[in-house]
């Protein structure tokens, strides 16, 4: 997730985004469309434009299976791809992956890779306005309404088998939405681990840590939020927190104020890496971590 670029310096960021508020709040009682520029900017969902390019990513990952959710209006769906564990696990261990802005399902898959090594299945939705999913331009009630859909969906395939274990993951905006998913389902058993990896508080806070008060005046201006803080204290352990300690599109402090508001069991591991590329470490204590989360879950 990029909610500003980091392509200019922070001060240069700063005073592009002075003249931004003030041209809008100047614009704000003749516009409109001020929240649909929020959105806009924020999101930037990345779609799939055709069926041939569909068509190329299926040829390229000939073990992803694609499931279609039916979600909001009649006739719109989310497009939910499956892909399967490595090797032989013991334990029906599921993820549902919860992705951020930007990047697609697809996109999105080599960083199931240390999830699936671990013996885990992943399901990852395109909310809609991503990827396969119903073209539109996303706004926060329904990205928590896609979350919410597919759960169902999943939860409702075939008999209910008690020894299937699913665990809730969230990266970047993600988190905040499947911080609000698991406080959904607190008291259900519905899941035995969420993992929130390159987590935040809420958008205002991020904006604010990236660029000061603009940024924060910035947001507030809009009506999406995404403020995991509101959520967090309404999920039940284990809470996993995952970030990258270099990572410059939310900053790690972001992550630890996320992680002092959980309730226990909690875990905190960071890695000298980024915001999307934890998956890329050396080490294998990544891997381990997954393995860790799995191991949680028997």
């Known amino acids: ?36 520029w929020q959105r806009e900017k924020i999101y930037r969902p990345t779609a799939l434009q055709n069926d041939a390019e569909k068509q190329v990513l299926q040829a390229a990952n000939p073990d992803v299976s694609v499931l279609r959710v039916p979600s909001g209006s009649s006739g719109e769906w989310v497009e939910v791809l499956q892909v399967p564990a490595l090797g032989s696990p013991s334990r029906d261990i599921r993820v549902l992956y919860l992705h951020g802005t930007f990047r697609h399902a697809y996109q999105n ?15 990852l939705p395109d909310y809609r306005g991503w990827g396969g999913s119903s073209p539109r331009l996303p706004d926060e009630p329904g990205i928590h309404d896609d979350a919410w859909v597919v759960w169902q969906f999943l939860q409702a395939q075939g008999p209910r088998d008690p020894s299937v274990r699913w665990v809730i993951y969230g990266h970047s905006m993600g988190t905040a939405v499947a911080t609000r998913l698991a406080a959904r389902l607190k008291g259900t058993n519905g899941y035995c681990a969420l993992v929130l990896e390159s987590g935040f508080t809420s958008f205002s806070d991020l904006a604010q840590a990236s660029v000061g008060w603009v940024g924060r005046a910035l947001v507030g201006m809009g009506s999406q939020r995404m403020a995991a803080s509101e959520d967090i204290t309404g999920v039940h352990g284990p809470v996993w927190f995952l970030h990258g300690s270099q990572d410059t599109t939310v900053p790690m402090a972001q992550g630890r104020r996320l992680y002092d508001m ?3 069991p909690k875990f905190w591991r960071d890695w000298p890496l980024g915001h999307s590329n934890l998956h890329t470490d050396t080490t294998g204590s990544y891997d381990q971590a997954w393995r860790d989360i799995a191991t949680s879950c028997l």
């Open 1 to 36: 997730m990029t909610v500003f670029s980091a392509s200019v310096s922070p001060a240069q960021r700063r005073i592009h985004l002075a003249l931004w508020v003030l041209g809008l709040v100047l614009l704000l009682p003749a516009c409109a469309g001020v929240d649909t």
């Open 262 to 264: 959980a309730p226990p």
């Open 109 to 123: 898959l080599p960083k199931t890779l240390p999830m699936r090594r671990a013996g885990m299945a992943v399901w």
